[in-house]
Structures are given as structure tokens and as C-alpha cells.
């Protein structure tokens, strides 16, 4: 019953902007979803990703990776030859974020978005065969990768970047293979480095599900993207999409470099920033609020 009277609440709530017939204007619905509902559709897009066929998981994933590709590009072309750090950084993230808009409004599979929407699928499930998560996390990671690469390679037979922006991506990948120069103190600042990052994608992730209009998850995109390319924090995806141009046009660094010096550390910290940083977070603290059919019925005690 009282679940009821609040599904009411909601929709009274959420009703558009009319005109009644006494010629007053009814308050109009808010233009956001709140924190328990946005974590309750976090486990409805698990769900249905982790429900979809394989075929349909990795085609989507190689999605997710293209974009990664196309937002490092982006990034680099709209921050080529400015020389003032903060507009740089705001044009370098504002490229970035036409990838993670692509990937999130077109439902794409992005390994570091997973990190975030699985935990929150778990978290009111159980039961679920560990076999099938590992799965869909295994060819989600290996389709961004196939992604970013298979763009890589189009772009570098179509010729059309100059070389102006292979000298600018080369100071993007010094930046982010410094660490390789610390040794293990540096394998540790990349994982933590990881967990900031994807911290901040999650939220990207959080606040482009509050929104419900195109400008609003535009903009829920935007704005911790662009501060995670600014303080050069490690995003795995991210990182294939500049990797992946570094590999198939400069020799500077080795493939291996990349993995074991950026890719595996700095995905082990966007395990942790994204799942429980964001997902396990915000699920344990609003599991009170949550309506969800995820899981089983929670029985609330009348006050």
C-alpha cells in the first residue's frame, strides 16, 4: 500500500506543464530523476546488458571502443596549438566528451560503464551464476580494445590527420607513460590515478541517467569528463583510444608498455572507483528508497 501511494506521489510529481480548465498552469515535473531512481536504472541497464545475446554484448562493445577512439582524436584536434592550460584542458575534455556521449546515449558497452551498472544489478540479486559476469566483463574489455584499434587503423589508411597532431598526441602519451619511469611506486599511483578517474565517469554516468532530455545528459557528460582529461587522471577505455593511434603511428613506446604499464593498473583502479566508489555506494545508502524488481520484494516496516 505504501509502495503504491508513493508510485502516486511520483507520477504526480513527473506530470508535464498543462493548462487546467480553470486557466491555471499546474507545477511542472522535475526535469531530473532523483539518486535512489538513477541507481535503480543502473540495475535495469546491468540487467539488460548482461541479458542481451554475446553477439549483440560484443558488437556493442567494439561500439563503446570506436568512440573511445573518436573522442582521443577529438580531444587532440580541439586542443592542437592553444597555449592558455585551462582553455587547452576545457577543449581537450570537450572533445573527450563527444565520445562518452556517443557511447552513453546509444547504449554501447564501455568496460569502465559496466564497473558502474553491474554492482548495482548485483547488489539487489542474488543468485546470479558468476560464470555470466565474468563473460560479459571479459568481452567488454576485449571489444573496446578491438574498438579503439579497428578505428586506429581506418584513420590511419584514410591520411587525413597532418602531422601537427602526431606531435600533439605524442605529449598526450608522454603524460600519461610518465609513471612507467617510478617503477612499482608508479604502478601504484596509475591504480590510484584509475580509481579518481572512473570516480568521476561513474558520476558522469550518474548524472547523464538524472537527466531526461538530450541538452541535460549533453551537459551531465560533459562536465566530469572534462575534468578527468584535465587532471590527466587514467581511464583504461580512454587510454585505448590515444593507445591504440600511438601504436599504429609512433614507434616511442612498445604495445607491452602500454598494458602492463598503464592499461592493467589503471583498469584494476576503475574497478574499484566505478564499482564501489559510485554503484555499491550509492546502492547501500538509498537500498531503502529503492523500488526495483531487480531482486527480491523488500518488505518495509510501517512507521
Known sequence: ?????????????????????????????????????????????????????????????????????????????????????????????????????????????????????????????????????YKFWASAYIGNILGAFMVAGLIQLSASLSDPFYTELSLYLDKKMKFMDHGIKGWFEILVSGIIANWLIGMAAFLTTAARDITGKFLGTMLPVVLFVAGNFQHSAANMGYFSVGILSSDKYEWYEYIFFNLIPASIGNLIGGGILVSLLFSYAYKEDIQTSLGKPKNKRRK
Open 1 to 133: 500500500m505504501a509502495n503504491n501511494e508513493k508510485k502516486i506521489e511520483e507520477e504526480h510529481e513527473t506530470k508535464e506543464t498543462d493548462t487546467s480548465s480553470n486557466g491555471k498552469i499546474d507545477r511542472p515535473g522535475r526535469q531530473f530523476y532523483i539518486p535512489s531512481q538513477i541507481v535503480d536504472e543502473f540495475g535495469e541497464k546491468g540487467r539488460d546488458h548482461l541479458n542481451k545475446p554475446f553477439r549483440a554484448q560484443f558488437l556493442l562493445a567494439i561500439t563503446a571502443g570506436s568512440f573511445m577512439t573518436f573522442g582521443a582524436i577529438f580531444s587532440v584536434l580541439l586542443a592542437m596549438g592553444v597555449e592558455t592550460q585551462g582553455v587547452y584542458h576545457l577543449l581537450s575534455g570537450l572533445g573527450f566528451a563527444a565520445g562518452y556521449a556517443m557511447v552513453f546515449i546509444s547504449g554501447s558497452v564501455l568496460f569502465t560503464e559496466i564497473n558502474v551498472l553491474l554492482p548495482s544489478y548485483l547488489f539487489n540479486k542474488a543468485g546470479l551464476m558468476k560464470a555470466n559476469i
